[in-house]
């Protein structure tokens, strides 16, 4: 059965310009959205983190009873420069990861989420830990990071050209060779955007030395290769300033990852994020929402055919493409979310009557 969540980073303003607390969005999840999924950053949202007091874990648990809430994620980061005069190696690392560990059991998480970038030996020494305390540890999907690689080729630019593609596969040996149900994948909605949001876009040109150079990339993105896209760009607009993130985040012309591809990856997903940008209403459709820019209903399509049995966290990222415009032009996070849990609630309910009895969930095991 797929549930509904909220990350709470999704209310990131509400939480800086200190109009919502962590409870009061626990309220808001439980009482506006009538749900009861939880998903945290712990640097985000824990006072002293990565050390929190009795006092903070009290208030926290205490409050996720009071509301009959579900902890589902806790995203961990990894600061391998966190000690200032050398790089983690792997071992330390791995204590930074279980310390983490033993914080989402202290607050109720079932899982912690680590960053694709996070090497897998990592992951395999913090895995007793997890077993331990009955935590499983979900390494993100996130893009550019396909699914199944394929004959998918590296980039010379962007993060394209530095993400490991081969990352699900690593996952699915390490739970192979180890037998342990405490690693998993944890997929972000991203990888199924086919192109920039507007709010994106608009951000661009804002800061752009030249605006018609993101015209220029977002009428072009489907002619050129981006690598071509990049090298054009520079070359017309010698000068432009704009950095490689930027043009990646604006000249997307297809996801990186197909609805299809999470058929055989459902029995190692731990939970997933419901990433999105812009939720817009539907024309000639009153109160119905979605985001043009990125794919749901296939993804959904899928996950309930094969049985995933979690929940979609929605994780609003678009308000950061407004902080530039002031108090005044900054985006409604709380309307935002409303819009969002609309349009998975729909969904769910519509493609779950289409489908009718559900599937059962393949085999373990990622053909490759």
């Known amino acids: ?75 961990v980061f990894l600061d391998v420069l966190q ?41 395999r020494l913090a895995l007793p830990t997890a077993e331990k305390y009955n935590v499983r540890i979900g390494k993100e999907i996130h893009f550019p990071i396909p699914i199944r690689p394929g004959n998918r080729k590296k980039n ?26 405490y690693v998993g994948l944890i997929p972000d909605f991203g990888i199924f955007q086919h192109k920039a949001s507007k709010v994106t876009v608009a951000y661009e040109r804002r800061q752009a030395k030249y605006p018609e150079e993101v015209d220029f990339l977002v009428e072009n993105r489907k002619n050129y290769s981006f690598d071509e896209l990049v090298e054009l760009a520079r070359e017309k607009y010698p000068d432009g300033e704009m950095t490689v993130m930027s043009m990646e985040r604006i000249a997307i012309h297809e996801p990186v990852a197909r609805p299809e ?47 995933y049995d979690g929940y979609i966290n929605s994780e609003y990222e678009g308000q950061r493409d407004q902080q530039d415009l002031g108090l005044e032009g900054l985006a409604d996070e709380v309307e935002q979310v409303r819009r969002h849990h609309e349009m998975l609630k729909r969904l769910l309910t519509e493609i779950g009557k289409e489908e009718g009895s559900v599937s059962q969930a393949p085999a373990e095991g990622l053909g490759r």
């Open 1 to 75: 059965m797929i549930k509904r969540g909220v990350s709470l980073y999704s209310y990131q303003q509400e939480q800086f310009f200190h109009r919502m607390d962590f409870k009061d969005m626990i309220g808001e999840v439980r009482h506006a959205l009538g749900t009861d999924g939880i998903e945290i950053i712990a640097d985000n949202l824990i006072p002293k983190y990565p050390f929190p007091t009795p006092q903070f874990l009290f208030a926290w648990n205490n409050e996720m009873a009071r509301y009959h809430m579900k902890a589902v994620t806790m995203d």
């Open 83 to 123: 000690f200032r005069d050398h790089v983690m190696n792997h071992r330390e690392a791995a204590e930074r990861l279980k310390n983490d560990i033993r914080i989402a059991a202290a607050m109720g998480f079932e899982n912690v989420r680590t960053l694709s970038s996070v090497p897998i030996e990592v992951i």
């Open 156 to 181: 010379k630019y962007g993060m394209a050209a530095v993400r490991d593609f081969s990352m699900v596969e690593q996952i699915l040996d390490l739970r192979q060779e180890t037998g342990s149900p």
């Open 261 to 307: 591809d999470l058929r055989e990856i459902v029995p190692y997903i731990i939970s997933i994020h419901g990433k999105f940008y812009d939720m817009t209403e539907i024309p000639q459709q009153p109160g119905r929402y979605e985001d043009v820019c990125m794919d749901y209903e296939g993804p959904i399509r899928q996950l309930l055919q094969w049985g």
